[in-house]
């Protein structure tokens, strides 16, 4: 039996080509910080390796500080920045909201799954802090609220692809595979994953991520509404 939802965010709940958030995340990311003497281009370097790392994380340590300790060993000369990047995400980072295809609340279509009895989890990506998830879910009219459980930066020791942040996510909630379906727009880290693990998925190509070409004939293609409809028919 269906008793739990894992959202993705980022092109599933949130209506943008990831590209287009990424160019305006880091041009607001980058006039935040210039005060302190980072240049843009190292900036931008700089955060990618830090996401290398979260990536790779072996689970010995939170991706917060996979993420800062390799960010800080290229940039020992300079200010500690990650106070100002959290001031950035609560109150800056909402300008790159211009990057959604368009205007939607998911209010009620995620009260109608609460309503049914189902838990709710968003597992977004965790290579950003939970204050920079908070904003993002304000653009379509959600909050933290919503959701039972929401991986961040701060409580996740894996990033997707890698199956492990899905078996941390079952571990910390006391899930079965079984009892769990994914929501999400891309083939590499929402759906083979979780396919991997026995756990159902749904694949939302409306802003589908698919860089290795794999094969989706296999995949049933859903509208998030439909696939919230055919998960509501299984309980």
Known sequence: M????????DGTLLPFNQDDFVKLYFEGLCKKVAPLGYDPKTLIKDVWRGTAAMAK????????????ETFKANNLEKPDIEPLCDDFYTHEFDAVKS?????????????????????????????FPLCAVETRLAWVELSKEDFSYITSYENSRFSKPNPKYFTEILEKCGKSAD???????????DIIPTKTLGIRSYLIPEFLENPDSVDI????????DGACEDILSLI
């Open 99 to 127: 990057c959604l295809k368009y205007q939607i609340s998911r209010k009620s279509l995620i009260e109608r799954l609460r309503a049914a009895g189902l838990d709710l989890i968003l597992a977004t990506n965790p290579i």
């Open 217 to 224: 004939g296999g995949f049933k293609a859903f509208t998030l």
């Open 57 to 68: 994380n072996d689970g010995s340590r939170i991706n917060r500080d996979a993420f800062w």
């Open 179 to 189: 009892e769990c379906v994914m929501i999400g727009n891309s083939v590499p880290e």
């Open 2 to 9: 269906i008793t739990t939802v894992m959202f993705d965010l």
